[in-house]
């Protein structure tokens, strides 16, 4: 049997559909596209370029837009796994799910739903059906639009309101929206159905395949996937409604520099959207302010229809890594104020028609085929690959978490982090912005293989998507491709180049990298990045129990890299698995004393890398513990963290913590946390 995908289903059965950008087998890209843009053309002759994603700003308050969440408990209705297609055959989403006459779960959003239940909805392969009510004000049908947005569903959907189509979206992780005003009832309940589904196959980011299996209880379809973390589903992150004049501001682009003068520079530019009647609306001006943590007006101007310009800011406070400076993560706040002539006959002053906020860091970032720079200071990254992943919440966004987090990873020392696999909460990037944590954006491409134009649709979209989304974020320092990609098989080559070609096109100031499992002369990616990124696991997949066998391996590894492509190199992965609790003298794999010992030498290859200056980084994998498929070769998921899925830390953490504030300190001379070091005697002193 041959399984489908939702949104080949939405065709099949005439669901209407908005304007998106679709691959040849009519899979949804993303409906909020700008059409006018061209892009070159690549190697792959009948390869889709995607369009530009316009809009999607992140929804907040102002004085001329109002924000609502619909984050709470929905009710969720599970399709047959055998016929998943039913819904929209019997026309679910006219009328409330319980019509069906089948059971509705409760089930909170934002949350995967797999761990919420006691019964195989954890496993399931298919769809199912979110529902909730809501009212809307009647003050929101004048002069109003109103717009949903999901930050995230997971792997794609289809989205009702009131019985009538209002969007699709694959390619989980990232968000969509849609003006639903003609779709809104403002003088009674309304009423929001989606239909998600978590199927994976070859076309899609992340890929998968669906086969079935014969059961005890008859076939069943079953999800398979190479990558090595669960593949929860459902809406993942919050939802929200929102309003906007019917003129407003929908999208905005910012770039920042800084001299050695200290002088700061914004570039900006605005996109304008109106419905039809605000189309009719004529700016008068456009007042740009941008305010300091004081509120303060550090720099203003007044544009008369001109939607671009620049900001100079005398003695600026740029935007620093965390212990890099003593003040990092600064933000200024950018303002936008877009006025309209009045209406009052007895003033002149012209009528705000939109304002709208944007979080602003001010830094240069620069990069050579040695290093990487920031406000002209080479980096040297520290940190760890991680996933969102929690207990219950499987991927759901959680913001108590989000907040521990952060504070382990600055307890710890780490100064940046990969979004491995795939793109983070909207919300974990402004606390990346804020603390100074700096990112390394990886799209959702993770073990790519099979290579064809229709997955390279598929890919180049994920990244133009992330790129849109995350362009005006200081923390990020680079962006991703790909995650151990099949990069030496045939047909990797064309693929890659074509890949790095276009997102190279809409970068956006960032270099390029990639965590490669490949070997420097196989791999067909690595020489089109601007920075070489590989994974490693020396002492644990190969030569298991011996850490003997690390430090030669590594720098060698290190070194033909860098000869083979002439980049700069960051190891993005190193580590293993670490039973919580399970002890060993002398170590052994799998316990705590094996965890620090593997650690503690690759520490030592790491010191020889850094006086060769082109190596820049060091990522551990993991953060914490994650959730994967079920495997004899995991025991409840990957336990490759410095932290359990609890958040508590394990005994490397404590190595890994005086590893990171030492390089710290000597890099750029931070002051050390007091709790740092620990009393051993009068005699023996424990310190950096």
């Known amino acids: 049997m041959r399984w489908l995908w939702i949104p080949v289903t939405c065709l099949l059965f005439g669901i209407p559909q908005p304007k998106v950008s679709a691959t040849k087998d009519g899979l949804p890209l993303n409906p909020n596209l700008d059409e006018s843009t061209e892009y070159p053309l690549f190697e792959y002759e009948d390869v889709k370029i995607p369009a530009p994603t316009r809009g999607l700003l992140y929804p907040r308050d102002s004085e001329t837009r109002e924000v609502r969440s619909l984050d709470g408990m929905w009710g969720l209705m599970k399709s047959s796994p055998e016929d998943p297609l039913e819904g929209i055959r019997e026309k679910w989403f006219l009328n409330t799910l319980r019509q069906t006459g089948r059971e509705i779960i409760a089930m909170p959003v934002p949350a995967s739903y797999n761990d919420i239940t006691t019964d195989d909805l954890r496993d399931h392969v298919g769809t199912v059906w979110y529902e909730r009510t809501f009212f809307v004000p009647r003050s929101w049908r004048v002069n109003q639009r109103t717009w949903l947005r999901f930050s995230s569903v997971h792997y794609s959907a289809v989205v009702w309101v009131n019985g009538q189509n209002a969007t699709s979206h694959s390619i989980g992780h990232l968000p969509f929206e849609a003006e639903i005003s003609r779709l809104l009832n403002f003088n009674g309940e309304n009423r929001i159905t989606v239909m998600c589904d978590n199927r994976l196959g070859n076309r899609t980011i992340p890929q998968g395949s669906v086969y079935e299996a014969t059961t005890d209880y008859g076939p069943v379809p079953v999800q398979g996937y190479t990558f090595d973390f669960f593949n929860y589903a459902g809406i993942h992150r919050s939802v929200h409604l929102y309003t906007t004049p019917l003129l407003h501001i929908s999208d905005i682009e910012i770039t920042t520099k800084l001299t050695t003068e200290g002088l700061g520079r914004i570039d900006y530019l605005l996109w304008l959207d109106g419905s039809q009647e605000g189309l009719r609306i004529q700016p008068t001006h456009l007042l740009v302010q941008l305010r300091d943590r004081d509120g303060e007006v550090a720099a203003q101007q007044i544009n008369k229809a001109v939607y671009h310009g620049s900001l100079l800011v005398p003695n600026a406070k740029p935007w620093w890594p965390y212990l890099m400076h003593p003040d990092p993560g600064y933000l200024y706040a950018l303002q936008f104020e877009l006025f309209v002539a009045s209406n009052e006959e007895e003033t002149d002053a012209d009528a ?337």
């Open 352 to 688: 705000l028609q939109d304002a709208y906020r944007l979080p602003v860091g001010i830094r240069s970032l620069s990069w050579s085929n040695d290093s990487l720079l920031i406000n002209g200071k080479p980096l040297y990254l520290r940190g760890f690959g991680r996933h969102e992943d929690s207990d219950i919440r499987g991927k759901g966004l959680d913001n108590a978490l989000l907040a521990r987090d952060f504070s382990l990873l600055k307890w710890i020392g780490a100064n940046a982090y990969r979004t491995s696999h795939y793109p983070y909460s909207e919300e974990s990037m402004q606390f990346a912005d804020q603390h100074g944590i700096m990112i390394v954006d990886e799209c959702p491409a993770v073990n790519i293989d099979i290579f064809e134009p229709q997955l390279l649709e598929q890919h180049m979209s994920s990244l133009e998507q992330l790129i849109h989304r995350d362009r005006n974020h200081p923390s990020v320092v680079a962006w991703s491709v790909a995650n151990e990609p099949r990069s030496t098989k045939q047909g990797a080559l064309k693929y890659f180049e074509s890949l790095v070609n276009f997102t190279r096109s809409i970068a956006h100031g960032r270099p390029l990298t990639a965590a490669i499992n490949a070997s420097p002369t196989t791999c067909h990616l690595a020489q089109f990045l601007d920075i070489v990124g590989f994974n490693r696991y020396n002492s644990w997949y190969q030569n298991s129990g011996r850490t003997d066998m690390i430090v030669n391996l590594l720098t060698n590894e290190a070194q033909s890299w860098r000869d083979k492509f002439g980049k700069p190199v960051i190891q993005f992965e190193y580590g293993g698995d670490t039973m919580e609790g399970m002890h060993s003298l002398p170590a052994f794999i799998w316990s705590e004393e094996y965890q620090v010992e593997l650690f503690s030498r690759h520490f030592k290859a790491f010191d020889e890398l850094r006086e060769r200056k082109w190596f820049i980084g060091e990522f551990v994998w993991n953060f914490a513990d994650f959730r994967t498929a079920q495997t004899i070769t995991r025991v409840g998921g990957n336990k490759k963290g410095v932290f359990t899925r609890n958040r508590q830390p394990k005994e490397v953490a404590f190595l890994l913590r005086w590893r990171y504030f030492a390089l710290a300190k000597e890099l750029d001379q931070c002051t050390l946390p007091q709790d740092l070091t620990v009393y051993i005697s009068k005699h023996v002193h424990n310190e950096l």
